[in-house]
């Protein structure tokens, strides 16, 4: 084993004492991390709270420091290569992995949610030895830490969750975003600026057809204005990528003097799938329908009396079938004669979709009403608005910042995945069909 690599084990595992022999605000940083992390997990298993201290150590921050930046503040007696060493781990990143080579002294892993590959080494004999049960294709959800340029250390707990099948690698991935979103692609931060400017895309898309960031119609009609939305949108992808939208697959196939083959490839990075596209270059059904998802609002949306969207280029879009009745609670003279006022309002608190953005947006628009619904259903008379009403958001465990909308375009690998996992689950669950929602590539 290189010097490096086994000098990484025990300065491990002096910066996890130094984190949790910690007192002051290093413990209750700690504390309250620990807390947020696995609140987003109904049941949090042994592993997830396992991971919450190395997870800590990498992310955490006591005014603006991290631990990191604390033991090397008082580990004056640390060489230089530890100090680098140190620093470089300020890269770590937890992820979903595959095993795609199996070293005498390691693993190949390949990064799920980024496609990038990494060469990993177990700084511990005896997890190199029980790691050599992994065979290929193996899934590990664990975090890594860089050792040299050329490979990194399993610097976490490790799960193993076997070789899985598409459908379940879907979950695992879907799992892994809603648990672990600060490191969806702490890796590939150029991926991540790519989602967020597709939800901008998205945002403008949405204001040029609706015209405005806040519309309310009933369900049903704002199922059809949907509709209408998602045509619009692919004209404009297909308009963008040169392709007459009047011809079928086949006649443009021939124009371009392409095979099916060809054409397949083509349409799958435009993020569609290629087997339908196959299936279609038989039909004379038009190209709009290979890059076209079928997005629908869920069925208890549609038959709601009315729907609000509010619209932002960074928290994304989201409906609302009580936006209505909050505005008008806020509008009565008297809230407290408005029925079901006040159990709407601690929906409102409770309810992880109405997030900060939202009351954020009452608050401008009614800041008086609001401030004396929040005083009387929170018994708190002297609560201001203006001070106490982040505090209140966080205490509700709603983030001030918007985390990466369900509307962004994944890369297109998952894309793939995702539509390869439903076209599994549709073979044997074809009445689940109904409502899913497929994700879209970069290529939009």
Do not use: C
Not at 203 to 228: M, V, W
């Amino acid at each position: 084993m290189d010097a490096i690599l086994a000098r990484s084990r025990p300065l491990k595992q002096a910066l996890v004492d130094f984190v949790l022999d910690a007192e002051g605000e290093l413990a209750v940083a700690l504390e309250r991390y620990s807390a947020e992390q696995l609140a987003r997990s109904q049941q949090p298993d042994q592993h997830q709270q396992a991971l919450v201290i190395d997870r800590f150590v990498i992310e955490g921050t006591v005014e603006n420091q991290t631990p990191i930046d604390l033991f090397l503040a008082e580990a004056e007696d640390l060489s230089e290569s530890d100090q680098k060493l140190l620093k470089s781990w300020q890269q770590s990143f937890v992820g979903l992995f595959a095993v795609t080579a199996k070293l005498p002294d390691g693993f190949e892993l390949m990064n799920w949610l980024t496609a990038k590959p990494y060469t990993v080494k177990p700084n511990d004999p005896a997890v190199l030895e029980e790691m050599q049960r992994f065979k290929l294709g193996e899934i590990l959800l664990t975090q890594i830490a860089p050792i040299t340029e050329t490979y990194w250390t399993f610097s976490a707990p490790w799960k193993a969750m076997g070789n899985l099948g598409k459908p379940k690698l879907a979950v695992a991935i879907g799992n892994f975003k809603q648990n672990y979103k600060e490191s969806l692609y702490s890796d590939a931060p150029e991926l991540l600026e790519e989602a967020w400017r597709s939800v901008e895309r998205y945002h403008q898309d949405f204001l040029d057809f609706f015209g405005s960031d806040a519309i309310t119609l009933p369900g049903y009609q704002l199922g059809k204005k949907i509709a209408e939305f998602q045509d619009v949108l692919t004209k404009k992808q297909l308009a963008e990528a040169g392709i007459d939208e009047s011809k079928s697959l086949a006649d443009l196939a021939a124009e371009a003097g392409m095979d099916e083959a060809e054409i397949e490839e083509a349409a799958a990075t435009m993020g569609a799938d290629a087997k339908a596209v196959s299936t279609m270059l038989k039909s004379k059904e038009t190209a709009a329908k290979m890059v076209t998802p079928q997005i629908d609002l869920p069925p208890e949306l549609k038959k709601a009396e009315n729907v609000t969207v509010l619209a932002h280029p960074r928290w994304g879009q989201m409906f609302l079938p009580t936006y209505t009745q909050f505005e008008t609670l806020l509008q009565a003279e008297d809230w407290q004669s408005v029925p079901g006022g006040e159990k709407l309002v601690r929906k409102y608190l409770d309810d992880a979709t109405i997030n900060a953005f939202i009351w954020h947006r009452l608050a401008e628009a009614h800041p008086v009403a609001l401030e004396n619904v929040l005083r009387s259903v929170l018994d708190r008379p002297t609560f201001d608005l203006k001070a106490d009403l982040d505090a209140l958001l966080q205490q509700h465990k709603k983030p001030l910042q918007p985390e990466l909308p369900e509307i962004a375009s994944v890369p297109l690998h998952l894309h793939d995945l995702f539509q390869e996992a439903l076209k599994e689950v549709s073979k044997t669950k074809p009445k689940e069909k109904e409502g899913q929602k497929a994700k879209k590539g970069f290529q939009r």
